[in-house]
């Protein structure tokens, strides 16, 4: 199963990069958990400094944009 976090204060962008990742896990067939952070401190505690990020398994995949479904599936692969 992998852990995909989703890092961001609830902006729409935040949002829309939680919508895609599922999506891409569905498409996938994934075992996967998704968790959103939105404290600061945890998302700092990440390494992270603009949002929203992208995390899967501990490694940050993405921060900072929204990428696009094909880019989230090979961060998910």
Do not use: F, W
């Not at 989703?6 to 067939?29: F, M, S, V």
């Not at 994934?30 to 949002?51: C, F, P, R, W």
């Amino acid at each position: 199963m992998k852990i995909v976090k989703i890092l961001g204060t609830g902006c729409p962008k935040c949002t829309k990069l939680a919508e895609l990742t599922k999506q891409a896990a569905g498409e996938l067939a994934l075992d996967y958990q998704l968790e959103k952070i939105t404290d600061l401190n945890a998302i700092m505690s990440h390494g992270v400094m603009m949002t929203p990020a992208l995390v899967v398994d501990g490694e940050v995949k993405s921060v900072g944009k929204v990428p696009s479904l094909d880019e989230i599936k090979r961060m998910l692969s």
